[in-house]
């Protein structure tokens, strides 16, 4: 096991790196680049030359690459232009709200995704069945965005339920020693605080999370109905084996592998997904800076966001992967 | 195997492209058909946009505060939008551009991963580890990020909304078709039919490549919904440029938000077009792929 | 009274937009205690699904079973589900065709033998595990205490039958319906299998009914045979008589179809002509006729009964010698 994760930590490397190539070179093939960015598109031809040298961008561009990549390696994603804060310490501030999102919206996914797939399946043909498998591909269709609006209208202006905008309420005396304000409202034993921060991520964890539900419950379903009909769940009959037992142990433990690696693809929809859905709530994650970053250029942000999304999504599929080897004793061996 | 075996082999395996057992059985299915008349009604009205839209879509007609925008009336069906205009024309005349955004992007990405997949299967060796590796790369960035991305480097409008996401696509048809080649080219049924002397040509061009394409036409259908919803996302996220005459759904749907306790409506209609535009395509692609694909039927 | 009671049993497996198909059309035979049964036949001709209709097994949607199936005096297909899987394991038990899948492939073969163990006898973990590893070590299983926690992928398919037997005799059932259980396995294993199944029915009394297509398996071990056409028993007997004077021209053909030592060398094999295919509904007449040597036109206008006890046929034209080579 160890072996397998070393071996795929070897071949990460060289995709971070490349993507780590195409994402300098990116910078340097935006309009203007990054010295008009910075000063502006009226900047005299001399003021350029002056920054241009100030900076190092009148040295070849692979030395300029080791430069920059050292200072990623060190922690250094450049000075976001907008706030003019380092675009690191803006990722670390942005990123907790996002994890906490992201989180939200995949407990709904697998929490209603699988037993609603289990459901379809064991029911297959009926129309509890169609039901599922029409809503679902609804659930892929529709926009995270515009779901944001309808349930932000339904629930929120409407029935003035939950909160439509941001993580807490401004009113709330909370203190936030981790930056995860869920967390935050246990160790500060604030219940209020906690019980705010969690009403603020119902809605968008529901918008966020639709897709992957949708999702999950295709997938589920199709690999229960498989493994339904294997032979082993019909020795599993033939001993007479407790309905839960076989229900757990001999169908669910193997359908769920498929549901696993999907659950690992789906963090980058996820992440993804945060830009648009914290737009729509105004929720102050990650996504939200991304946006805002977009309209205000600020490509140092999005260069070292996106280079950060990466590495998160690839480290992620590979968690996925080591516990997938845990589950399948097949894969271990191999 | 005996020659007479192979020739049944190459006959019988060999699963026919776009064959009349498909064809029979997605004019049977329903969800197909649903698929098919939201396609025919989206496709209609982008393309008849101009006649069907009772007012223009890009001058006022009728005036409008931010305190007060009438809704839906007998001469204006989805009501006025913030600007004064006709609701309606601006929703049947955003299917215009929605269409074109897809099918545009769709060729791009289509022809970009095209390109790369046969580049991979082609030469093989260290151009396909190359290929591959670049497409691992494109992959491990979540799309919408790669997008906005793409979008951000060429400069907002919906030019660069088209370029964003054919680049999305890339790597996924690039992938796709150079897999469907390699397991093509190995298969039992190119045995058998290189067993009994079809010339190599002939393999390629009559089994290879229609069986390699199934997928990607049940593919490129899908894509076409994901794409009319990425547009709409990254217009929403105001990628699509500045101006505001054009009727993009994403757009509208951005714009008029605001307006959630006073005219709500204004962001459902746009809303509901993308779904319904998107769900179309899926539908359809969905049922293709179940009538193409004997291992997804039941 | 004997230990399984099967009467007029009927399988109809249905599915929308197609006919019925009668697996299963009016099957009688009972099974005595510690006897061992020979039901034997084509594949399709319905000797599975009467396996499956016994043990309760068959999907309750799609398909219709009727007439009546006691065990020990016990309507079975009367019987709640609860009480049905109450049954099986502990005194109903099945082994099947196929040892590569009919195991979970993620969980170790310890826990696949034991759980039977800890649901019928009330066993804890610690004690199933235990009494599992003297049952891997009864089916010949060596270093069971390894093999306990091993995965099914690290066995052999003999081996994995051997763990597929000790699960189904964990509980020392008064009947056991072994479905095949030799025919995905290599030539050299089957007879081990066999022997072994043999060996473990006689030890602990329990009753089997041996299900297959192969009349050399059928010689070895069974006192009764029933041979199956189409869903119907068409021939019953006891093994000794059955090969010796087999009265269905279906048994004759089987028969002619194995190859013997005691004939004489160069005798040809005759298989039986046609495919299981090649039917007629029985309510028209006898499903063997087209593919029949013996065929009259009485075939094809009448019914054939089962007539006779306790050696049984279904024939209006029956084999009157021995078939012997020519």
Known sequence: MAAFVARRLVLLVPILLGLSVLLFLWVRALPGGPVEALLGERATPEAVARVRGLY???????????????????????????????????????????VELALTALVFAVGAGVPLG???????????????????????????????????FAFAEKLGLLPTDGRQDPLIDAEHPTGFYVLDGLLTQNMEAFGDA??????????????????????????????????????????????????GRHVLRNALLPVVTVVGLQAGLLLGGAVLTETVFAFPGFGKFVADSITARDYAVLQGFILFTAVVFVLVNLLVDVAYGLIDPRVRAA | MSLAQAEGAAVQEAPGGLGRDAWRRLRRDPVAIAGAALVVAFVAVALLAPWLAPYPPDKPVGQVTPTSIPGPSAEHWFGLDDLGRDEFSRVLWGARWSLVIGVVSLLLGLAGGTLLGLLAGAFGGWVDGAVMRLVDMMLSIPGLLFAIGVAAMLGAGL?????????????????????????????????????????????????????????????????????????AGLAFLGLSGNDPSIPEWGRMLADTQRYLASAPLLAVFPGLAIVFAALGFTLLGESLREALDPKYRR | MSLLEVEDLTV?????????????????????????????????????????????????????????????????????????????????AVVFQDPMTSLN??????????EVLVRHRGLSRGEARKEAADL????????????????????????????????????????????????????????QILELLRTLVAESGTALILITHDLGVVAGMCDTVHVMYAGRIVE?????????????????????????????????????????????????????APRCPNRTGACTERTPELLGAPRALRCFNPLEAEVVPR
């Open chain 3, 105 to 114: 492939p993620v969980v170790p073969v310890g826990v696949q033998v034991a």
């Open chain 3, 236 to 288: 019953r007997a006891h093994r000794y008589d059955l090969f010796a004077r087999p009265r269905h021209p279906y048994t004759g053909g089987l028969l002619a179809s194995v190859p013997r030592l005691d004939r004489p060398r160069g005798t040809r094999l005759r298989p039986v002509q046609g495919s299981p295919r090649d039917t007629v509904p029985w309510a028209e007449g006898c499903a063997f």
């Open chain 2, 159 to 231: 030019d660069a909304v088209m370029i964003a996401i054919a680049a999305v696509n890339v790597p996924v048809f690039a992938r796709l078709l150079r897999g469907q080649m390699l397991a093509q080219s190995r298969s039992d049924y190119v045995l058998a039919a290189t067993a009994v002397g079809v010339p190599r040509r002939w393999i390629v061009l009559g089994h290879v490549l229609p069986n390699s394409l199934t997928p990607v036409i049940v593919q490129g259908t899908l894509t076409l919904a994901t794409a009319i919803v990425e547009a």
């Open chain 1, 198 to 247: 969690l009403a603020h991520l119902v809605l968008p964890g529901i918008a966020l999370g639709t897709i992957p539900l949708a999702i999950v419950v295709r997938i589920t379903r199709a690999s229960v109905l498989d493994v339904l009909h294997e032979d082993y769940v019909r020795t599993a009959e033939a001993k007479g084996l407790a309905p839960a037992t076989i229900r």
């Open chain 1, 118 to 152: 289990y459901l379809a399946a064991r029911r297959h043909g009926t129309w509890l069945d169609h039901l599922t498998v029409t809503g679902s591909l609804f659930g892929i269709t529709v926009p995270v965005f515009f779901l944001g609006y309808m349930l932000k």
């Open chain 1, 56 to 98: 190092g961008l009148d040295r070849p561009w692979y030395e300029q690459y080791l430069d920059w990549i050292g200072g990623v390696l060190g922690g250094d994603l450049g000075v976001s232009s907008r706030t003019q804060r380092p675009v690191a310490e803006e990722l670390a501030r942005t990123f907790p709200a996002t």
């Open chain 3, 136 to 191: 891997l070590r009864r089916v010949g299983i060596p270093d069971p205490a390894r093999r306990l926690r091993e995965y099914p992928h690290q066995l052999s398919g003999g081996m994995r039958q051997r763990a597929l037997i000790a699960a189904a005799l964990a509980c020392r059932p008064r009947l056991l319906i072994a479905d095949e259980p030799t025919t995905a396995l290599d030539v050299t294993i089957q007879a």
């Open chain 3, 12 to 92: 109809v497996f249905r599915q929308r937009g197609r006919p019925d198909v009668r697996a299963v059309d009016g099957v009688g035979f009972t099974v005595a205690s510690g006897e061992t049964v020979g039901l034997v036949g084509e594949s399709g001709c319905g000797k599975s699904a009467t396996a499956m209709a016994v043990m309760g097994l068959l999907p309750r949607r799609g398909v219709r079973v009727t007439g009546s199936v006691a065990f020990d005096g016990v309507r079975l297909l009367a019987l709640p589900p609860d009480r049905m899987r109450a049954l099986r394991g502990r005194d109903l």
